[in-house]
């Protein structure tokens, strides 16, 4: 019997209760009768935002209510990070920026060693226990530091970098409300601070993190920020990727393509090969990251091999849980297509090896392994298979051994 995955059990289950049959169900979300039947038996995955989405609108539940996230913690790591996302939540609610905690003041050295290992360690591979376990000390260390006029500006950009690490986290997790909450206080951060490029940083990543919610909002707001000339380049081309996902995610191509080919444009001037420009990761390679997200988002498959066989090396981007991210979306693209699914395997544990948390908390990562289940076999590919299956939580009993 082949697994049924959480997202579709769900769906059946929400569909049910509110006494909607099937076709009226699958009319309504712009899929066939025959593909939502799929879903809620776990013959097929649901594998775009698209379909998330629209299933979502129809039942008039959140995204998040089919994912069934926060996903259960199944090892002590994934435990103690969630675990520690109360003392994160505790940290972004007591406290807005210009509050002094009532905390002893620690050592500047030794506050902006964390800031340090937060945004150039730990943020870059998705560690997201580290993240945890460090941010409410941090956040209550940062603000002591802001009131005092010979840290203030440093602690306030170190609290720009702790509010985007609750932002993701949380994001990530599942934690409904937190990112929202973490970015309102990464606006307050920003515009204590004054300083108009990181009040656009901001903006950009406001529009980044509404998604599945509402994506016409977010890519009015992304296009805000895409448009503007006044913003630096590399903030706009980040917003034009925004804005170049919410509109695949609303299966309008041709917008989505246009937006693309803007960032790309922008990337290809201020990265050169004799002088490659990283700042916020906007590269040439991570517009080609984007583009392969877009690509499976579009329903294109296995077809975005082709753009992977010609991107420069994933290197160029010095950011673990970005090269994940094109893992997980190649390997993805990959699976679409049957005679593809040992190499979209070997693509999703490549993902999962670099940034374990964030794939095992991925949806699509987690129906890709689902839908995969159901035709694995004993051999070597099963039993990785198997093995990822575990670490995410959606093998069913019987099929982790061997």
């Known amino acids: 019997m082949d697994p049924v995955t959480e997202l579709g059990r769900r769906a059946r289950e929400i569909r049910s209760w509110r006494r ?3 076709r009226a169900a ?33 039942l008039r539940v959140s995204p998040t209510e089919l994912t069934g996230k926060p996903y259960a913690p199944l090892d002590p790591a994934s435990n103690a990070a969630h675990a520690a996302m109360t003392a994160v939540e505790d940290a972004i609610s007591g406290w807005w920026v210009g509050e002094v905690p009532d905390s002893p003041r620690r050592p500047w050295s030794a506050v902006l060693a964390d ?25 209550r260390d940062l603000l002591v530091s802001a009131a005092e006029p010979t840290t203030r500006d440093a602690a306030l950009r170190g609290l720009i970098g702790a509010y985007k690490s609750v932002t993701y986290v949380a994001f990530d997790l599942g934690f409904r409300g937190l990112p929202a909450l973490a970015m309102e206080r990464m606006r307050q951060a920003a515009e204590e601070l004054g300083d108009p490029v990181e009040i656009a940083d901001v903006a950009w990543r406001r529009a980044q993190i509404i998604s599945g919610g509402n994506r016409s909002r977010q890519y009015q707001l992304a296009v805000g920020i895409a448009d503007d000339d006044e ?12 804005a170049a996902l919410a509109a695949a995610a609303q299966g309008d191509a041709d917008t989505a393509q246009g937006r693309l ?61 970005r090269q994940a991210q094109f893992w997980l979306d190649y390997g ?24 374990p948390e964030k794939v095992r908390n991925n949806v699509f990562a987690r129906e890709a392994v689902t839908d995969l289940l159901g035709w694995a ?21 019987g099929l982790t051994s061997g």
Request: no cysteine.
């Open 20 to 22: 909607l049959s099937l």
């Open 26 to 58: 699958a009319e309504l979300s712009g899929i066939s009768y025959s593909y939502l039947g799929q879903i809620e038996r776990g013959e097929r995955p649901v594998n775009s935002r698209r379909v998330l989405e629209a299933l979502a609108r129809t």
């Open 115 to 139: 800031v340090d290992r937060l945004n150039k360690v730990l943020r870059p591979r998705a560690a997201y226990l580290e993240q945890a376990e460090l941010l409410p000390r941090l956040i």
């Open 231 to 242: 913003i630096p380049p590399h903030l706009r081309g980040m917003a034009h990727l925004t």
């Open 261 to 321: 080919t803007e960032a790309a444009e922008l990337a290809a001037h201020i990265d050169t090969d004799d002088k490659p420009w990283t700042k916020t990761d906007f590269n040439r390679t991570n517009v080609d990251v984007w583009r392969v997200s877009i690509g499976v988002e579009l329903g294109h498959g296995a077809k975005v091999a082709e753009i992977a066989a010609a991107m420069r090396p994933l290197e160029t981007l010095p950011v673990a849980h």
């Open 332 to 355: 993805r693209g990959l699976l679409a297509e049957r005679k593809h699914r040992e190499r979209g395997l070997a693509a999703l544990l490549k993902a999962e090896k670099l940034a």
């Open 377 to 397: 076999r004993r051999d070597a590919g099963g039993r990785e298979l198997r093995y990822l299956a575990w670490q995410m939580g959606v093998a069913p009993i």
